[in-house]
């Protein structure tokens, strides 16, 4: 996503991305690869199981979850990864995005 | 499918974390600006 983030900044869509790694990690690796967007570590998990984020059978992580919130706090979109790398196009989230900004104007 | 799973319509459980930067992030201060991805990342440190 992060390539792409031009493309949900000009449609006025913040990203935010939620992990589980430590705050350092995450530091480190936000700075390394010059990701735009909000990064938020939750070493504690709280979030993931607010989400109920699957973990991996094979505890070698956690699956992939993504959601789009409209601008009225309402998910407008899930989706549960199936797999560790079933993860959404870009495409799938900017056409659920331009959705939301059809309708709220 | 598991009935607690999250599911679109309904509103989105509100979080505050700190952000990279040191930052207070929390969800529903993006209401009435900005849709929101929201992404659950793996785990890939």
Not at chain 1, 39 to 67: A, S, T
Not at chain 1, 70 to 96: C, K, Q, W
Request: glycine share 6%.
């Amino acid at each position: 996503m992060r390539d792409h983030y031009p493309e949900f900044a000009i449609r006025g869509a913040e990203i935010v991305a939620v992990g589980t790694d430590s705050v350092s990690s995450f530091q480190e690796y936000w700075k390394r690869e010059k990701i735009p967007y909000i990064g938020l570590p939750d070493p504690e998990k709280n979030v993931p199981r607010l989400y109920k984020q699957e973990v991996n059978l094979f505890k070698l992580g956690r699956m992939p979850l993504n959601c789009v919130v409209d601008i009225n706090g309402r998910i407008r979109y899930v989706h549960f990864g199936s797999s560790m790398a079933d993860i959404p196009d870009n495409e799938t989230f900017l056409h659920v995005i331009d959705q939301i900004n059809a309708s709220s104007n | 499918m598991n009935p607690s799973l999250i599911t679109p319509g309904e509103l989105a459980p509100d979080f505050e974390l700190e952000d990279v930067n040191g930052n207070c992030i929390r969800l529903s201060s993006f209401r009435g600006k900005n849709p929101v991805v929201l992404a659950f990342l793996r785990g890939f440190f």
